[in-house]
């Protein structure tokens, strides 16, 4: 089968449609899985029109809005269902460059990694485009914090870019996982680290959103404060 990626969507309008378009003109074919949270500005309406053009966009719309964590949980669920080999997850915004999907995708396909991260700040190279310093040495920090805590060499542990093949998937106990926020993001890694998958890290460039919302906020970012220390008890 074709890799899939995974995008979440909580009132992306102004992004979803032009998300598509561009990872359907990829040179590598790759299908969509959108999970949407009901989004009160239409967003699933735009990836249904979408639906009409393109055979290999799908939408789950996951019901009330239930964080990241939670979108992505049932999107790996709903692609392990269907024997897609590599499974990727990438944000609605933009930030991630989709063309960096097909960078992702060889990396697993050729064996080199059971699990690929698109790293920002792989070599203590900051490749950020258009964030606030402080959000620079917020996200740059939070990644040395996981470090020291749990041990796992991870330049960009928080990062959202992700591959996975599917016996990660397969392997990890999907309903064990509790973050909801961006804590999921570590707390995968972390998981995976610790069943002995292979990560490896390649640089990407990452850029801040110009269209909607970003769905940061300050419970989000002491979940993942505290959840570090949690996961350190964490059994696999």
């Known amino acids: 089968m074709n890799p899939i990626v995974i995008i979440p969507t909580y009132n992306e309008y102004e992004n979803i449609q032009r998300m598509i378009k561009t990872v359907m003109e990829l040179d590598k074919v790759f299908d969509v899985l959108v999970v949407d949270d009901s989004s009160p500005d239409g967003t699933a309406l735009l990836v249904k029109e979408a639906q009409g053009k393109y055979d290999r966009i799908f939408l789950l719309e996951n019901g009330k809005k239930n964080g990241l964590g939670g979108a992505y949980i049932a999107g790996f669920n709903w692609c392990l269902e269907r024997e897609y080999d590599y499974i990727f997850e990438m944000d609605c915004d933009f930030s991630h460059n989709p063309q960096d999907l097909v960078r992702l995708h060889t990396e697993l396909e050729q064996g080199n990694c059971d699990m690929v991260v698109g790293s920002r700040y792989v070599g203590n190279v900051v490749n950020v485009v258009n964030w606030p310093m402080s959000r620079v040495l917020l ?7 996981v470090r020291f805590f ?9 990062a959202g ?8 998937l397969q392997t990890i106990d999907l309903d064990s996982i509790k973050f909801k926020g961006y804590a999921f993001q570590i707390e995968m890694k972390y998981t995976t680290h610790r069943l002995g998958f292979s990560i490896k890290e390649i640089p990407i460039i990452f850029t801040d959103r110009t269209d909607g919302e970003s769905k940061m906020n300050g419970g989000i970012i002491l979940e993942a404060l505290f959840g570090v220390i949690q996961l350190r008890f964490k059994k696999v």
């Open 139 to 145: 996200s740059y920090f939070a990644s040395a914090y």
């Open 150 to 158: 749990t041990q796992m060499q991870l330049s960009d542990a928080t």
């Open 161 to 168: 870019f992700v591959g996975y093949s599917r016996r990660v």
